[in-house]
Structure formats: structure tokens, C-alpha cells
């Protein structure tokens, strides 16, 4: 077999166990059989090749592993797993089973996710709508949010799907931590204030995280003309909605005196071209329901910060089991969401967005990681909006880290995940 003698099919090689035993793993596995490939390693040097029940336990009495921790379904595997380790006279290593854990709303299954990108429904397997560990990486996660997860499940024997949701509240708790805050619009509508002059400028001083100093703070301009988000703005008003509307007043964060919409101008397609409003600086208007975000226009001081792209992920697939024939009845891949990604372009954030990715790159962990082009560390929550961090295919130039020349950058962004959800959620 060795030396190609016989043909792929002809011949192999098997362990001689036991056919009279009721496990059908002792049923004279096969170890080696015949393979004319080429090997990533080796390129054509082999012709035979070892089969995992031959290799799995041998490998891991080599390489000392303690325990080796396997899915249900190797169960009887056990047996000769421990039979060929006694059979070869070698160190046994303890193999213990427990049940996979199932995610709703996606699938974990190696043969689905190559399928999945294979059809072209992802891009790669480390696609941040997946949750293989290189896409929850790539998408931002922190590791000890999954280390959180992780331990409120323990290990069970039990087929388990859990519901994302906790997952995602884990997700949440661990950005609430680390994740500085800043402003930012997706979908940026420009407001001029009209009692301003054209040259006014204010600069603000804005902390990263409210209630904890040790974020630190930054300034950033107020100036005449601002950009909101589309989200925080409606024509037409209503009791429970408290963002801005024709003839409403709110307040903007970080900001002394509240603002009023008094007009609206559009575009000949019927589109907001501004908002205009007026700014109460007499002392007297009535603090604000509500405060919006808001990124000033000052090219003299780099704002705004325009993004090249904001993606927004959502659930993979539409239901919570894909698998379930009663409510997919056109088969897993026929749930597939063609909603899952949303690209934004022409997002805007503040420049306190630069000032952060400088201090993460002086910093000796940032160093490294950018060295290595890990920029998912660089994590944010974007106020009222939800927490963000930065995709692999963001371009940052060492001119732009260490000094002020953005020439050649690229700023794509990730949703991590949305901001804790409530029962108004879109309407306050």
C-alpha cells in the first residue's frame, strides 16, 4: 500500500478488535487506506493516509492532553478509543462527552457553514453574521462576553439550543464596561441653527463615558451646522415620540441651551435637504424630554469623521430553528435572511472617534494588534445607536495613527450589537 501498488479502493488496512462485541465501534475500524492526493504539507510523498478513529487518540496521548471533551455523538467512540491506546501500549488520555450547544437563529454545523459560503450566502467563514469563533472576533465580541456565556451555561449531556438573546445580553454587559461612547449618525440629516452665526464655534468638552471619569474626556466643535440622525427626526409628531419634530424642542447632549425645529427644506425628489432650528440661550426654555447626539461641520478641525461603511448584521436566518420542517418547509437554506447585512454609507461620527484610535495605537496592547491587523479591538458605542468596532477591511496609515494626513483611509465599521432593547424601542 505504501509503495502504490494498489489502487485507491483496492486495499486497506484495519485493526483487528473485536466483531462479536455490540458496539460497532470494535467492528475492525479501518486505520489506513489508500489516497493518491495532493497534501498541503507533504505535496505527493503519501499515498496512504490514517483515518481519525486511527489517529484521534494516538494524537492526543502524544500531544498529552488530560481529557479529550467530544459531542455526544462520539459516545461509542469510547470504547475504541481506549482499546487502541491499550492495544499500542501508549498513555490513555479520559474522553468525555457532552451535549452540542445549539444557537436560535443560526447553525454551528462545519458541513452547513461551508455550504453556506460556498452558495455565497456569506463571505468567508469568519462572515460576522456566523458564529465561528473568527467571526465573533471579526465582528467584535469580546472574549469575555463568550467566557461569561460560556460559564452561565455549564456542561450538560443535553442537546441544548439556546436562545441568542442571552448571548447577545452577555455581549452588552462586557461592552458596557469597556466600550467608550461616542457621536455619531448613520443616516446624518443636516440642521443649521439660524440664530447662529456662520463663524460660530464652541468647543465642548464631552466625556466618554458619563459617570466614570476614568474614560476621560475630549472636546469637540458646536458650530452652526450639525448633522443628526435621520432616526432622530420625524415630519410628523406624535404624543409618545420625543426627538425632534416641526416646532419641537429638544436638547443636545453636552449642549446648554436646547434647540427648536422651525423648518424643513427639501429637495425637488421630496427629500430632507436640512432642518432648520433655532437655539434658546435666554436662560429660560424648560429642560428638554429628551437629548440627541449630534456631529458638528468644522473642516478646520476634522469634523466630521466620515465613515466609508457602517455594517449593520441582523439574524442570519429567520426563524429560530432553520432545521424545523413545520415552519421552514422549504429547508434550512431556504430561511436564509436576504436582510441579514445592511451597508450604510455616508455615516458620520465625531472626532473624538480619531482622538480614541490614537491613544488605543500608543498604547502597547494597541501596537501589537494593529501590528497583527486586529482593529475589532477597537470597540464603541455609538450613543443611542448601539456598539460598533472596527472591520479587518479598515485601512488605517501609519500617517493617519501618528499624525493628521487621512490620506488612503478606510473606515468600515461593524455593529456589534444593538443597545438594550425596550418595549418603545423606535418610538421615544
Known amino acids: 500500500m505504501k509503495d ?7 486495499a486497506i488496512l484495519r485493526m483487528k478488535m473485536d466483531l462479536e462485541d455490540g458496539n460497532p465501534q470494535m467492528w475492525d475500524l479501518v486505520a489506513y487506506r489508500i489516497l493518491y492526493a495532493s497534501h498541503h504539507r507533504t505535496g505527493t510523498q503519501w499515498c496512504i493516509y490514517p483515518t481519525y478513529d486511527f489517529t484521534h487518540c494516538l494524537c492526543d496521548s502524544f500531544e498529552n492532553i488530560t481529557h479529550s471533551l467530544c459531542t455526544r455523538e462520539f459516545t461509542n467512540s469510547r470504547q475504541s478509543y481506549y482499546w487502541l491506546c491499550d492495544a499500542v501500549e501508549v498513555y490513555k488520555p479520559v474522553q468525555w462527552e457532552y451535549g452540542r450547544l445549539n444557537i436560535t437563529n443560526t447553525v454551528l454545523s462545519k458541513r452547513k457553514l461551508l ?29 469575555q462576553a463568550i467566557n461569561a456565556f460560556v460559564r452561565e451555561l455549564g456542561v450538560t449531556t443535553a442537546n441544548t439550543t439556546i436562545d441568542v438573546v442571552r448571548l447577545e445580553n452577555h455581549i452588552r454587559d462586557a461592552l458596557n464596561e469597556l466600550a467608550p461612547r461616542v457621536m455619531a449618525a448613520i443616516n446624518p440629516v443636516k440642521v443649521v441653527i439660524e440664530n447662529l452665526p456662520a463663524d460660530h464655534l464652541e468647543m465642548i468638552e464631552v466625556p466618554y463615558k458619563p459617570r466614570d471619569e476614568s474614560f476621560g474626556t475630549h472636546k469637540v466643535p458646536f458650530t452652526r451646522t450639525l448633522y443628526i440622525d435621520a432616526s432622530d427626526f420625524r415630519e410628523t409628531d406624535s404624543a409618545d415620540y420625543y426627538r425632534l419634530a416641526p416646532n419641537k424642542t429638544v436638547g443636545l447632549l453636552s449642549v446648554a441651551h436646547p434647540i427648536t425645529c422651525t423648518d424643513v427644506r427639501k429637495n425637488a425628489d421630496g427629500s430632507i435637504s436640512e432642518i432648520v432650528c433655532r437655539i434658546d440661550d435666554s436662560g429660560k426654555a424648560a429642560k428638554p424630554k429628551t437629548y440627541i447626539q449630534w456631529v458638528a461641520e468644522s473642516p478646520e478641525h476634522g469634523s466630521p469623521v466620515r465613515l466609508d461603511e457602517v455594517r449593520v448584521y441582523d439574524s442570519l436566518f429567520k426563524h429560530a430553528n432553520p432545521y424545523d420542517k413545520n415552519e421552514v418547509p422549504g429547508g434550512w437554506l431556504s430561511d436564509v435572511n436576504d436582510k441579514s447585512l445592511i451597508v450604510a454609507k455616508g455615516a458620520v461620527a465625531e472626532v473624538g472617534l480619531w482622538d ?3 491613544r488605543y495605537a500608543a498604547s502597547a496592547a494597541g501596537k501589537k494588534e494593529l501590528a497583527e491587523h486586529h482593529v475589532e479591538n477597537i470597540r464603541f458605542q455609538f450613543t443611542r445607536i448601539g456598539y460598533f468596532a472596527f472591520d479587518k477591511d479598515t485601512e488605517l496609515p501609519a500617517a493617519a495613527i501618528e499624525g493628521d494626513d487621512i490620506k488612503g483611509t478606510k473606515l468600515i465599521m461593524n455593529r456589534i450589537v444593538t443597545l438594550k432593547e425596550d418595549a418603545k424601542k423606535g418610538s421615544n
Open 356 to 358: 480614541l484610535i490614537k
Open 115 to 143: 455550504k453556506l459560503r460556498d452558495d455565497g450566502h456569506v463571505t468567508a467563514l469568519d462572515d460576522p453574521r456566523l458564529y465561528t469563533l473568527p467571526a465573533l472576533r471579526r465582528r467584535g465580541v469580546p472574549p
Open 4 to 10: 502504490g501498488r494498489y489502487a485507491a479502493n483496492e
